[in-house]
Structure formats: C-alpha cells, structure tokens
C-alpha cells in the first residue's frame, strides 16, 4: 500500500511536469525572476530592441488588455516586448526588478505599472538608476517620483471622474427635460465604486463628485465594492437599502461591468431603467464588457477609456522618446470620449458605431 | 472487588453523562449562533430603520446565499475533520467559465448543467483522493485552486466570456414567491445537508471520522472514502454557486469569488464547527452565514467605512471562535 502511494505520488510528479514542459513556450525568453507569473508573448521582431514592462497580473481583464495593446504596438515598431507580470504584490514586483537589474542584458526601456504606487518608489527608483529611460503608465507618478521616469503615459482617473460628472449632469438634465421629478432640487445620485484604497477609484470619486456637486446633484452615498458585475449588483442592492428612502435618480459605478449588475438591482428593486420613463438614471465611468444596456439605453453614457487604447499608447509615447530623445510633454493622457446611449437621441450620430481610437471600433476595444 | 455488571453500568453512566455534555454543548452552540442573529436583528431594528424592512431582509439573505452555499459545502470536510478547502472560489469561477464556454457552444441547458456538475465532482474527488493519499487538505486544495485557475485564464485568455444565451436567464434573475432564485437553492441545499448529515450512515461516517479518524477506522468506515465524498461535496457546492453567478450575469470571469473561500470559512467558524472535525452543522454553518452578511449589511445601512466593517467581521470571527472552543473544552472537562 505505501508502495502504491509513492508509485502514485512519483507518477502524478511525473505527468505535471510533463505537462509544465509542453505548456512551455520555447520562443519566449524572459529575464524573469522564478516568480514571475508569466511572460505572455515575445515578438519576433527585434529590430528596436527589448523593452521590459513591470505589470500586475494579467489574468485581470483589464491588464491582460492593456498588454494586448503594448504587444500589439511593440510589434508595430519592430520592439520586443517583454512582460513582467506580479499578483498585485508590490513585494513581488521589487524582486522581480533586483533580479531583472542583477541578469542585466540589453535592455532599451522600462514601463513601470507599480502594484504599489508608493512602496513601489523604490525599485523605480533602481530602475531610474540603471541609467536605462523608464516610463511609467496607470498609475501617475508619485509625488516627488516623477524625476525618475521620462514620462506618464495613460490613463487620467481624475479626467474620467470629470466625463463621468458630465455624464451624470446631462442625465440629470434629461430627466428634468423630460418632466421626470427628481428627489431633492439638483437630483439624488449614488456611487458604486472600484475596491476599497484602490486609487483609480478615489480618484474618479473625487472628480466626479466635485462636478455632480458644482451642478446641484446631492450625493448620498457611496460603496467600495469591485470590477464585476457580481460586485455592483451586491453594492448596489445595499446601497438602495440604505438610501431609498431619501429617493435615487441618478447612480454612477465607476465601469460599464459594474453598471450591469447596478442596473439589475436597481431592475430588482422596481427602479425602471432606460429611456422609456425611467425613474433613475445610470451612468458609467469606463466602457468594460458587455455593450448591450449602452445600446439599449439602460446605461445613459459611459467613457472609452478603454484598456487596449492604454497599451498601445504606453507604447507609442515611448517609442516617440526612444526615436527623439525626448517626449513633447510630460504628461501623456490617453482620450476618454463620452459614449452617449443612442436611445436618448443626445448626440446626432450613434457614437457607438462612429468613433474609432487608434483604428479600433468602441466594440473592439469596450468588449474584453 | 467489583462486580462485572457494576463495571458496565459505571461505564454506561459514563458514556450517557458524555452523550448529555455533548448535546448540551451542541444545544448551547446552536442557541448562540442563533441568539447572536437575534440579537443583531433587534440592535439593527432599533437602530436603523430600513434594516428589518422587507426588501433589506431580502437583500441579507441573498447576500448570505452565495457565500452559504459554498460554506455548506465546505461544512462537510471541516466536518471530517479536514480543515477547509482553499479550492472553493476557483472552483466557482471556473464553473461559471465553463458554463458560460457551453452556454455559448449552444448545448442544452440540461445537458450543460449536468456536465459542469459531473467536471466539479470529479475535480473534488480527486482532491479527496489527494488527501486520502495523506496530502494535507490546505495544501492539496490550494494547489488545485491554483491549477484551476491557471487554466481558467489559458482557456479564456483573461477575458470575460459572455454566453448571450437566455436559456438560463431565469435561474440567474428568477424570483419565485419574490424570492430570488440563489436563495431558495441556499434553503433547499441546507436541508438536504441537515438530512444527509443527520439520517443517513454517511452523515453519521462524516462526524465519527472527523471525531475520531482511528476509532473510526477500526470500526470499519473508510476514512479515505469519506475524504473522496466531502470533497466532491464541496466542490460540488462550489459549482452550483458558480452556475448561479453565470446564469445572472449571462458570463464567466476568472476573478469572481475572490476573498469567497475565506468568506465561507468565516461563516464556518462563526457557526460553531469544529476546526479538528466531528462538531458543527449545516443549519449552524448557514446561520453563521446569515450573521456575517446581516452585519455587513447594518454597518452599510449606518454608512461605516469598509475598514471599520472588516474589522467588527473579524472580531465576530474571533469572539466566535473564542467561545466555542471555551464551550467545547469545558464539556469535555466537567
């Protein structure tokens, strides 16, 4: 019986690490610490050199989009992209840069996506030091940390919350146009936000809220609940519970694929969502996944400030400092055009077939 | 020098002041994981007014669904004392993929059910089968979940991906009575695992191996069987979960159920089982559940900042914990 176990154990060793070396990529290099995650893709071309990106993990839909676009850009120019990739572990990431800085190697550039913005200022700091130019994309640089990278390149969350507050104004306004009662003088409006200190999320909160307040609209309050459907349905049923009383009209989640499970709550709750009457309006800070409720009108708008887009420019604004020795400008925010609902009739042309970014259609780069 | 009928009638006494201590114990434990839901109820009711209004109660209770019926599942192998499954979430999330892929291939529904169900099975079994060969279940579990999830993310190339199929809508959204679906799975799932656990030679094999893996097994019970049998009933829990989330949703994201298998664990604990097996109950286990989401659910309504909501869970975690282990060591001491 002991035998057979060890027979057992030795076979099951046996079969996985067969497995591990099939599953192994043989046109992949890396010059990866063991922990790293993974190394997605390299491309063929090496024509401009390699460049080494630090990222969070790519098995969130959000970075394995971003680093679509970086490849698919990096190609572009003839880069090999290599990708560096930690479970959202700042830990993880600092051992990652010490041992892609101890294995050297010719190395054209950094992008640096910190796990943690603050605590990451370390290694970027190394990295800086390494006299190899670093880019920094998603997160800004941190006070003070922006001597050390050549530039920013991607998202502005203080810009999306400023759309999203416009958006949620031009819903309210509709609303009164459309001689539909709102709760209090400017409107009564609900936040349904990303994970609790994540701070994209404060700060498309604090944006956004500054814009809803400056028109009137009263926010009652707000839930730190996720980046999926499942999240917002759950916050925003608590939400409701607390504040149906003083009357919603207008809800925010910080991106269409939380907005989906807010619209089935809202749904639930006997709220009626969508241009046919609607006693409450939903809007979004970021198009992600399923375009249906943009379509049909239960989402009034939403931004593209889409993943893809991110990658790509990240990309783009380093190839631009790699071939001139300089950037234009320090900072480098991606667009985030609104995307009206058609339904409302806001816009004269269906913004969700018109707009292109970079050569890809809302559709392409809104659906991951 | 005594006689032998004074020896076994000693003995007898024994073992009935034992059976006393023990279902005074379990009466004690499930009076005060149900008393600290009545008396959340009551603070809630006479604090905050929207807390014990209809549509919130609702809210509480489906909240406490989807959690529960992964801890139901899991009840089992704390029951036969093997801890806990780390394995849970990723089971889920890889369920509602899996659903979502043959949802979106056109498969029956029936058919598509049946088949993520029978994979989640099988992927239990054999993490029982694991542990049965003596792997520790944590880690066992937690290789798994990993492996889970590794695959998860090759298969759907870290993208959501959506079914458009509206076979299954109404088992995501349905509301029978006014009663959301996800509840009523979470009801009918707990009685069958009070039954099972308490009326049947398997429940009773689950408890006396988690009581006692030795005396069980020279009393004839396999513990290597009972092993194979909680795990695939957890994975299995896990599943339904998962297809729940996927019929509502309409998708299949690897990073759903994160932070759930820890989720779970706590209403385990917060209903009384046992950490080294043998003691607790499924009914404890869903209350304990229903205690944890009535508590977020208050701390929302009186609008407490998310680190204060954590902490006031993990402190009911540990008073929980505390005091049922002061219960059980005394009911063995005196």
Known sequence: MRLGKRLSVIVLIAVLAVIAAACGDDAATTTAAPTTTAAPTTTAAEAGGTIVAFIPVTTNTYIAEWARGAQLAAAQYGYNLIVIENNFDQAEQDTQVQQQLGAGGDVKAYVWWPSDNAAGVASLQALAASGIPVIQTNQYPFAGSERLVVGYAGVNDTFNGEVAGELIVEARDWMVDNGIELHSEGGNAIIVGFVPGYQAGIDRTAAATAKMEAAGITVLGMIESGFDPASGYAGAKELIAAHRAAGIDLVYAHNSALNEGVIQALEEEGYVVGPNSPTVMAIAGTCHGNLEYLENGKEFATGLQAARLEGIFSINTLHEYLTTGSLASFDNFIPNPPLHSPAYGITAENELETITLEGFSVEELCSY | MRGRGERLEEAALAAARDAARIRTSRIATLAIVGGAVVVLFVVGWLTTPQFLQWPNLRNVVRSAAMIGMIALGMTFITLSGNFFSLSVAQTGAFSAIAFAFMMSWGWPLPLALLAVLAGALLVGAAQGGLV??????????????????????????????????????????????????????????????????????????????????????????????????????????????????????????????????????????????????????????????????????????????????????????????????YLRSRARTT
């Not at chain 2, 308490?198 to 513990?223: C, D, E, W, Y």
């Not at chain 2, 209903?271 to 559940?289: F, I, K």
Request: a positive charge; charged letters at 10%.
């Open chain 2, 132 to 325: 049965a060969l003596g792997g520790n279940p944590i880690v066992v579990t937690l290789g798994v979940g990993a492996g889970l999830f590794g695959l998860g993310s090759v298969l759907t190339d870290n993208k959501t991906i959506r079914h458009g199929n509206t076979a299954a809508d109404w088992m995501g959204t349905g509301r029978p009575l006014g009663i959301p679906t996800q509840t009523w799975a979470f009801i009918i799932l707990c009685i069958i695992a009070a039954i099972v656990l308490s009326r049947t030679r398997f429940g009773r094999n689950v408890l006396f191996v988690g009581g006692n893996k030795f005396a069980a097994a020279s009393s004839g019970i396999r513990p290597s069987r009972v092993a194979i049998q909680v795990f695939a009933i957890s994975a299995f829990a896990a599943s339904i979960a998962g297809l729940f989330l996927s019929a509502q949703f309409g998708e299949g994201r690897l990073d759903s159920f994160t932070g759930d298998d820890i989720n779970a664990i706590a209403a385990i604990l917060v209903g009384g089982a046992a950490l080294q097996g043998g003691e607790g109950s499924p009914l404890r286990t869903a209350l304990g559940a229903v205690f944890i989401a009535a508590l977020e659910n208050l701390m929302v309504l009186r609008q407490y900042a998310f680190g204060v909501r954590k902490l006031w869970v993990g402190v009911a975690i540990l008073v929980a914990v505390s005091l049922f282990n």
